[in-house]
């Protein structure tokens, strides 16, 4: 394994795989594809925040229930448009508090990097899974993160830029160092 770190642009490479820490208005490269965390009824926009647990859910979502048919399972990934591609991950479930859970975002982080790795896509956006409509622990997703990257065996060279708020990124890049 070569492991190759980069502390002056928060980066490090595990074999094939460069990992870019940045926010979301510094992208180090251009994606070919961004991973979106989603729920199970894709209701869920970037504008909504799922609040303290036991009042979890978005404001409309009482109001909209008997619209809202989970049609996808936790843990699954969709594939929506392309320039660039936009993986679906579906890490929420509404009906549930908290709405996320820890495996649902390995099993959806797991597809991303099958579906990368399966399409050769060298270009790959992810965010804190659970973390942009939820309160998910950095720390976990970091270590989830780092766990679903090395039981994937990228047969391409791969770049990810790893999506974080700007205070985060010496953090982010701390807690790589210990995962790994």
Same mark, same amino acid.
């Given at each position: 394994?070569?492991?190759?770190?980069?502390?002056?642009?928060?980066?490090?490479?595990?074999?094939?795989?460069?990992?870019?820490?940045? !926010?979301?208005?510094?992208?180090?490269?251009? #994606?070919?594809? %961004?991973?979106?965390?989603?729920?199970?009824?894709?209701?869920?926009?970037?504008?909504?925040?799922?609040?303290?647990?036991?009042?979890?859910? !978005?404001?409309?979502?009482?109001?909209?229930? !008997?619209?809202?048919?989970?049609?996808?399972?936790?843990?699954?990934?969709?594939?929506?448009?392309?320039?660039?591609?936009?993986?679906?991950?579906?890490?929420?479930? %509404?009906?549930?508090?908290?709405?996320?859970?820890?495996?649902?975002?390995?099993?959806?982080?797991?597809?991303?990097?099958?579906?990368?790795?399966?399409?050769?896509?060298?270009?790959?956006?992810?965010?804190?899974?659970?973390?942009?409509?939820?309160?998910?622990?950095?720390?976990?997703?970091?270590?989830?993160?780092?766990?679903?990257?090395?039981?994937?065996?990228?047969?391409?060279?791969?770049?990810?830029?790893?999506?974080?708020?700007?205070?985060?990124?010496?953090? #982010?890049?701390? %807690?790589?160092? #210990?995962?790994?």
């Amino acid at each position: 394994m070569k492991l190759i770190w980069d502390s002056s642009q928060f980066k490090m490479t595990i074999d094939t795989v460069d990992i870019h820490i940045a !926010p979301e208005d510094q992208p180090p490269f251009p #994606v070919i594809a %961004l991973v979106q965390e989603q729920d199970t009824s894709l209701v869920l926009e970037p504008d909504d925040e799922l609040r303290d647990p036991g009042d979890d859910k !978005p404001l409309w979502y009482d109001s909209n229930k !008997p619209e809202l048919l989970a049609t996808h399972q936790p843990g699954d990934v969709l594939i929506k448009s392309f320039n660039p591609i936009r993986f679906l991950a579906i890490v929420h479930d %509404l009906d549930q508090t908290p709405s996320w859970k820890a495996e649902w975002i390995e099993m959806a982080l797991s597809k991303v990097f099958e579906i990368t790795d399966s399409k050769s896509l060298s270009a790959l956006a992810i965010p804190v899974l659970g973390g942009q409509f939820g309160r998910f622990k950095l720390e976990e997703f970091i270590a989830i993160f780092m766990d679903a990257l090395k039981k994937q065996n990228f047969e391409h060279t791969l770049r990810i830029w790893l999506i974080v708020k700007p205070e985060e990124c010496q953090q #982010v890049f701390e %807690l790589l160092k #210990v995962y790994n």
